[in-house]
């Protein structure tokens, strides 16, 4: 069985390049981030006309998490429990579409879109502190609940947990970037301390292998990147992993997305 991540920027700007890649690399479930679209103008039929069953959460043009398998797919959950809310300025709260979990052939899959942050003074740093704090303790309560349950936390994290993960961390330091802060990264470890692990890392490791360009100043052929986009998974998925890799080659060409798709393979 094969899973996927990948922030695709834009699924209807990206339709044939997903549905190219989608045929190329027979994957059976392909978890999707920033689909900017609303459920009703969503590209229902690209996944369907391919054998996929697919689930979305799509509010506007922002955000957006999808869920395509061929494997089955059931359970759908838009947002987890208790999942945090925004809104600037604290005016107009809402539950923004950053999550959402189904069940594949038996493994729990999330896709996850992972809030920026922005800066680290901006309101939204804090919001996804607890964004991440809140899944934190709902993964932990599944495992608790079922020690010996196959979950995958994948998506954009928009986190580069060690140093190794960005292409100059004196750079994001002397500039007081996100995605590097302590708070942040601590956050990521608090998932590890919960029972999940990094299952990419072992068989794609840094440093210099990214998942992330910044389509400004040349970014990717200066192989100036980011590694944010990760699979956590729970013990018993973890040990089903036999191979891992991220599809940089994806990140070429005209109309590509910023994020390159991860892939893991399972026995």
């Known amino acids: 069985m094969k899973i996927a991540t990948w922030n695709v920027n834009s699924l209807r700007a990206r339709a044939d390049r997903v549905e190219a890649w989608l045929r190329r690399t027979d994957v059976d479930v392909l978890a999707i981030q920033e689909t900017k679209c609303r459920d009703e103008n969503f590209p229902w039929e690209l996944f369907e006309n391919n054998g996929y069953e697919v689930a979305h959460f799509g509010l506007s043009q922002w955000n957006g998490v999808a869920i395509a398998s061929r494997v089955g797919l059931e359970d759908v959950e838009r947002a987890f429990a208790g999942q945090p809310v925004f809104g600037k300025g604290g005016k107009d709260p809402v539950q923004e579409p950053r999550a959402l979990g189904a069940t594949c052939n038996g493994v729990r899959v999330w896709s996850l879109y992972v809030p920026n942050g922005r800066a680290l ?107 944010i986009d990760f699979v956590l998974g729970s013990p018993a998925l973890a040990s089903r992993v036999r191979s891992a890799s991220i599809d940089r080659e994806e990140r070429k060409g005209k109309g590509a997305s910023d994020h390159a798709p991860v892939i893991v393979e399972l026995d």
Not at 123 to 151: C, F, N, R, S, T
Not at 203 to 227: C, H, I, N, S
């Open 121 to 227: 003074d901006d309101e939204h740093m804090p919001y996804k502190l607890q964004w991440l704090d809140v899944l934190k303790d709902q993964a932990a309560g599944w495992l608790q609940a079922d020690p010996q349950a196959q979950i995958a936390l994948m998506g954009d994290w928009n986190i580069a947990p060690q140093d190794e993960d960005v292409w100059d961390i004196d750079l994001f330091r002397r500039e007081g970037l996100t995605h590097v802060s302590e708070p942040e990264r601590a956050a990521f470890r608090a998932f590890e301390r919960a029972g999940y692990a990094d299952v990419v890392r072992p068989f794609a490791p840094g440093p210099g292998v990214y998942t992330y360009w910044d389509y400004t100043q040349l970014r990717f052929p200066k192989k100036e990147g980011m590694r």
